[in-house]
C-alpha cells in the first residue's frame, strides 16, 4: 500500500520538474518508509528516439540505498534542468510485503525499460510468480509489485484480469511507448487525473498532489456539486474540482506516446444476474464458506502487524472469527479494534447505535486482542479539519468515526481487514430494494429507486437552495445521473432482475463511495485497509447466487402494494445465505441479529450537544457554502433539524464537510 503520483507530456512544454517531489510530499501519509522519483526523456516527441532517465530517491531515505542520486542535490537538479522530460512517476512506500529496499519504486525490470509505480496488493501474487518462474522469467524480490512487471511482460496489459486485489498502477513500457493507467475491478484503490490544455496528463493517489501541479487551476465543479447534494455521493467521474477526475473501477488508460492517443478501456463490471441452472441451497451454503474462507486467509498475507476492525455485525465478525482461528494455529492473538459512541444524550433509535458490548462478545469468543475508543460529541468537531483535508472531497455517511477508527487501528497495527462489500453482494439492505421492486417498465423502476436515492435535498427544494449557481448547473439533470449508471436494461423485467439491478447501482456507487473513504481516512493515518469481500472468486461466485436465497421475503413483498412497502423498517431479512454460511462460526443473536450501520449519534447531537458548534458553522452569514448555496432556503432546512422537526442528520453533515473544504481549498 502506497501512493502513486506523475505526469506526461504528449506535447511539449516539458514536464514541470519542479513539481516532481512536491507532489509527493503531498501524500508522504500514504507513504512515510520510502520515496522514488523517475523523470524519463521517451524520446517519442523528438526525431532522434533516444531515450534517457533519472531514478532518483530524497534526502530523507538517503540511507536506505547509496546507490540512488538524492532529488534535492545541486548535481540531480543540474540533470534535472538540462533536458527534456516528458514523463515523470513518483512513489511512496508502505512498506508490507517484502520490507526490504528491494521494494523500492518506481520498479523497473532487468533490462530498465519496463517501470512501474504502484499502490496496493496482489494476493495471488505468489501462485502467478510461480507461474512465470516456469515460463523462464527470474525475480530479485519478494514483492508483488515485481511479479506486475513481469506479468505484463508476458500477457500484455491483458495481464490484470490475472490479479486478484486491489491497485492502482502507472506503467511505462519504453520498447512500444505506451504508458498504462489502471484501477482494480471494484474501485478499492483510488486514482485521480487532470488532461491540461496543453495535452499533460497529471495523475495522483489524491487530488492533493495533482493541486500541486503547475498547469491545473483550482475551481468548483459546479455540476458535481449539485450531484453531491442530490445522492450524498458523486456517481459520475467527476469530482468538487472542476477538470479532475477519479478513473473509474475497472478501467484502465491507453496511452501511444507516438500518436498520442488516449484512450479509456473497461476491462471488468459487475454482473448481478440469475443462473441459468439453480443449485441446491446447500451446494451454495458450503461453496460460500469455501470460498470466503479462502478470501479472508489469502489477505493476511503480510511482513507487518496485521489486524482486524470488529464491530457487532456479521461482516466484520465473519472476518474476525476466521483469520482469529489462522493466527491462533500461530500461537498469536488477532488484535481487534472497536469504536462505540456516548450514548448519554442519545434518543430514540440512536439508542441501539452503541455496538461495543456485541463486539466485545466476538472479542471473548474468538480469544482476539481487542481495542476499543469511545467518540462523543465534541470528537467531530476536534477532527473536522484533518479528516476534510483527507476525504479531500465529500463522500457518503457521516464518516469521521471511520477516521478514529483507522487512527486507533494504526498505533497497533500496519494492515487491517475492513467488512466492507458484504452487504453490496449478500442483499443487506433489502428495505432500500423492495422500494422499487414492483414495476411496470424499467422506466417506472428507475423513477422509484431515484425517489430512494434522493438523500439530501429533494427535487422541491434544490433548485432554490442552489440558485446562486443556477446558471452553471441548469443543464444538469441528477435523474439522467442516476439512469445513467445502469446498464441497458431487458424488457419483460421479474422481482428478482430488479433486485440484482439494485445490487449493481449499489456496487457501483454506494460500494464505491465507501471504498474510497475508507482508502483515504487508513491511508491518512499510513494504514492499509483489505476487504476481504472484494475477492475476484468470492465475486464472481456471489453474483450468481439466486436471489431467493440471499432474500427471504421476496415472493410476499411482490404481491405487497406500494403503500405497504413504503411503510416497511430494517429487518434481519438480508443476506440469507451468508447467515447460513457463517451460522457456524458467529454466535446466533449476531448472525440474526437486524442490520445495524456503523453511524454515530449525530441526528441527537446536532441539535443537543453540538448545536453551538453547528450553528456557528452553518447559520453564519459568511459561511464560504452560502458562495453556492442560498442562504434563508439552506438555514430554513436547517432549523427543521434543530427544532425537532425533520430529521436531516446526513444534510447537516454533508454541509459542514463543505463547509471545511471550501476553507481548505478556497
Not at 74 to 97: C, T, V
Not at 145 to 150: F, G, L, S
Not at 310 to 319: A, F
Not at 545 to 557: A, E, M, R, T
Amino acid at each position: 500500500m502506497c501512493g502513486i503520483v506523475g505526469a506526461i507530456s504528449l506535447n511539449r512544454p516539458s514536464i514541470g520538474v519542479d513539481f516532481v517531489k512536491p507532489m509527493a510530499d503531498k501524500i508522504a501519509h500514504r507513504g512515510p518508509d520510502d520515496a522514488g522519483y523517475l523523470c524519463f526523456h521517451t524520446g517519442a516527441r523528438h526525431n532522434n528516439k533516444v531515450s534517457f532517465y533519472q531514478n532518483l530517491t530524497d534526502n530523507q531515505f538517503k540511507n536506505v540505498d547509496d546507490m540512488l542520486p538524492i532529488i534535492e542535490s545541486n548535481s540531480a537538479q543540474r540533470e534535472l534542468h538540462s533536458h527534456d522530460y516528458d514523463l515523470y512517476m513518483g512513489h511512496r512506500r508502505l512498506s508490507i510485503l517484502d520490507v526490504s529496499y528491494a521494494g523500492h519504486q518506481p520498479m523497473s525490470d532487468l533490462s530498465k525499460n519496463i517501470w512501474i509505480a504502484y499502490n496496493g496488493e496482489i494476493y495471488n501474487f505468489k501462485e502467478l510468480k510461480r507461474e512465470l518462474e516456469g515460463l523462464g522469467h527470474r525475480f530479485k524480490s519478494n514483492t508483488d509489485t515485481e511479479v506486475i512487471i513481469y506479468s505484463y511482460i508476458q500477457w500484455g496489459i491483458e495481464c490484470i484480469n490475472k490479479f486478484n486485489g486491489m491497485f492502482a498502477f502507472s506503467l511505462y513500457d519504453n520498447f512500444k511507448k505506451k504508458f498504462y493507467l489502471c484501477r482494480d475491478r471494484y474501485g478499492i484503490k483510488p486514482v485521480y487525473y487532470h488532461i491540461s490544455k496543453n495535452k499533460t496528463l497529471i495523475y495522483g493517489s489524491e487530488i492533493k498532489s495533482i493541486l500541486e501541479y503547475k498547469d491545473y487551476n483550482s475551481e468548483v465543479d459546479k455540476e458535481a456539486l449539485l450531484e453531491y447534494f442530490t445522492f450524498q455521493n458523486i456517481f459520475t467521474n467527476k469530482t468538487l474540482h472542476k477538470d479532475i477526475q477519479i478513473l473509474e473501477a475497472g478501467h484502465y488508460f491507453e496511452i501511444d506516446l507516438y500518436s498520442k492517443q488516449i484512450n479509456k478501456i473497461e476491462y471488468w463490471d459487475f454482473d448481478f444476474s440469475e443462473p441459468e441452472t439453480v443449485k441446491d441451497e446447500r451446494e451454495y451454503i458450503e461453496e460460500l464458506d469455501r470460498l470466503f474462507t479462502q478470501a479472508v486467509k489469502r489477505q493476511l498475507v503480510s511482513d507487518v502487524p496485521l489486524g482486524s476492525y470488529l464491530s457487532g455485525g456479521m461482516d466484520s465478525g465473519s472476518i474476525t472469527a476466521i483469520a482469529s482461528n489462522h493466527f491462533q494455529q500461530s500461537n498469536d492473538y488477532l488484535k481487534t479494534f472497536t469504536v462505540g459512541f456516548d450514548l448519554s444524550s442519545a434518543s430514540g433509535m440512536e439508542l441501539t447505535f452503541d455496538e461495543r458490548a456485541k463486539a466485545e462478545y466476538m472479542s471473548y469468543k474468538f480469544k482476539t486482542e481487542q481495542y476499543e475508543m469511545v467518540l462523543k460529541s465534541g470528537d467531530m468537531e476536534r477532527c473536522m479539519y484533518d479528516f476534510s483535508y483527507h476525504l479531500e472531497e465529500p463522500r457518503v455517511g457521516q464518516s469521521y468515526p471511520n477516521y478514529y477508527a483507522a487512527k486507533l487501528a494504526s498505533k497497533f497495527v500496519k494492515v487491517v481487514l475492513s467488512g466492507a462489500g458484504g452487504d453490496e453482494l449478500f442483499a443487506g439492505y433489502p428495505w432500500r430494494y423492495y422500494k422499487a421492486v414492483n414495476n411496470v417498465s424499467f422506466d417506472d423502476y428507475i423513477d422509484k429507486y431515484y425517489l430512494f436515492w434522493k438523500r439530501l435535498i429533494d427535487n422541491k427544494d434544490i433548485k432554490e437552495v442552489f440558485s446562486p449557481i443556477s446558471q452553471y448547473t441548469q443543464n444538469v439533470w441528477t435523474k439522467d445521473i442516476f439512469a445513467n449508471v445502469f446498464k441497458t436494461p431487458i424488457q419483460n423485467q421479474s422481482p428478482e432482475d430488479y433486485i440484482n439491478h439494485s445490487l449493481y447501482f449499489e456496487a457501483k456507487t454506494f460500494l464505491h463511495g465507501l471504498l474510497v473513504v475508507d482508502d483515504k481516512l487508513s491511508m491518512a493515518h499510513s494504514l492499509e485497509t483489505r476487504v476481504p469481500f472484494l475477492d475476484n472468486e468470492l465475486v464472481d461466485f456471489s453474483q450468481k447466487i439466486p436471489v431467493k436465497f440471499k432474500l427471504n421475503n421476496l415472493k410476499k413483498i411482490a404481491g405487497m402494494n406500494e403503500n405497504e412497502i413504503s411503510k416497511m423498517k430494517k429487518t434481519n431479512d438480508g443476506k440469507i445465505i451468508f447467515r447460513k454460511s457463517m451460522s457456524k462460526y458467529i454466535p446466533e443473536d449476531i448472525h440474526t441479529a437486524v442490520k445495524q450501520g456503523f453511524s454515530s449519534p449525530d441526528n441527537s447531537w446536532f441539535k443537543g450537544e453540538s448545536i453551538d458548534f453547528v450553528k456557528s458553522k452553518l447559520l453564519n452569514n459568511n459561511a464560504n457554502i452560502y458562495k453556492y448555496m442560498d442562504k434563508f432556503s439552506t438555514q430554513k432546512l436547517i432549523r427543521e433539524h434543530l427544532e425537532g422537526k425533520e430529521n436531516r442528520r446526513l444534510f447537516i453533515w454533508s454541509l459542514l464537510n463543505f463547509e471545511e473544504w471550501c476553507n481548505i481549498h478556497e
